[in-house]
């Protein structure tokens, strides 16, 4: 099960301190063989706000569980007020120097596929073929009764048309996808059904208390099984969903490298965690290695 994530996780004072020396990761990416996991750290620098570090949504925003989602008419609305907003400005995010980055080594056959955490499809966007949305994908969304599935795209003209005028100004957007609205600014707002059969409609994400499919996660433990190493990306590992895989990878008694400017649950598993930020070490690898960053 997916757990609702909270602030409690803070590093000993005798937890591995970062670098800044790229030259391990440089190393395992000029072997191949590499499986990438990303996190929302990989996402902050397309405008999209991770949930723990500095200034991260954690310490404002408390994202919904399914069963508040599923048990509740004013839950729904209030979530699909916000989500309906926030997804103007996350829509429109675009990939970054880290997305890019991860795409040419894919193409250079130094990457071998993608798990990510993020549901911005951000990584599709930049070029990458073989990426596990974990925790899936905002850009879909699929009816609880009819298990049909539409673009998001379609849902917001719907929301759009359903609810005119509805133009509040948020006080911020989430990692999730939805604006930090008050119950005065969702007023009424109107949601809208399945067109195919009136069922209620949900984001294609895996919500906190809600389980991800045991199919993904076995297709996520193959590839750690063909992986040389694992290569973490911006994800703080706070929550299991990322972790086991960290774990499944030393288990196997294969190295993990780590890229993430705070410290991570991971760290005592890794060989290295380079402090850095991540659009700027990716590009310094590429140029390292000699690939073109498009």
């Not at 009136?198 to 297709?219: A, M, S, T, W, Y």
Request: net charge neutral; proline share 6%; with cysteine.
């Amino acid at each position: 099960m997916r757990m609702r994530p909270t602030l409690a996780w803070t590093p000993p004072q005798d937890w591995p301190s970062g670098t800044t020396d790229l030259e391990p990761v440089a190393n395992a990416l000029s072997t191949g063989g590499v499986l990438v996991l990303s996190g929302a750290g990989i996402s902050t620098e397309s405008g999209i706000p991770d949930y723990r570090g500095e200034g991260g949504s954690l310490s404002r925003h408390t994202p919904m569980t399914y069963q508040e989602f599923t048990a509740s008419d004013q839950a729904r609305r209030r979530y699909w007020a916000r989500s309906h907003l926030g997804w103007r400005t996350f829509g429109r995010a675009r990939p970054n120097a880290g997305h890019r980055a991860v795409a040419a080594f894919a193409r250079h056959g130094l990457v071998a596929a993608v798990i990510t955490q993020n549901v911005d499809g951000l990584h599709q966007a930049a070029g990458s073929k073989d990426v596990v949305e974990l925790h899936g994908s905002l850009g879909r969304v699929v009816c609880l009764s009819c298990g049909t599935f539409s673009p998001r795209g379609e849902l917001a003209k719907r929301l759009q048309e359903a609810n005119a005028g509805f133009d509040p100004v948020a006080a911020a957007i989430n990692p999730d996808g939805d604006a930090d609205l008050t119950d005065e600014q969702v007023g009424d707002f109107r949601v809208v059904p399945c067109t195919l059969c009136g069922g209620i409609l949900k984001p294609d994400v895996v919500f906190f208390g809600e389980n991800v499919p045991p199919q993904r996660v076995e297709h996520c433990r193959t590839l750690v099984r063909e992986a040389a190493s694992l290569l973490v990306l911006g994800s703080s590992l706070t929550v299991m969903s990322g972790l086991r895989f960290v774990r499944q990878t030393v288990q196997s008694d294969k190295p993990v490298l780590i890229i993430n400017r705070d410290p991570t649950r991971g760290d005592l598993h890794a060989v290295t965690r380079v402090a850095l930020p991540l659009g700027t070490a990716l590009t310094t690898m590429a140029e390292r290695l000699d690939i073109q960053v498009d």
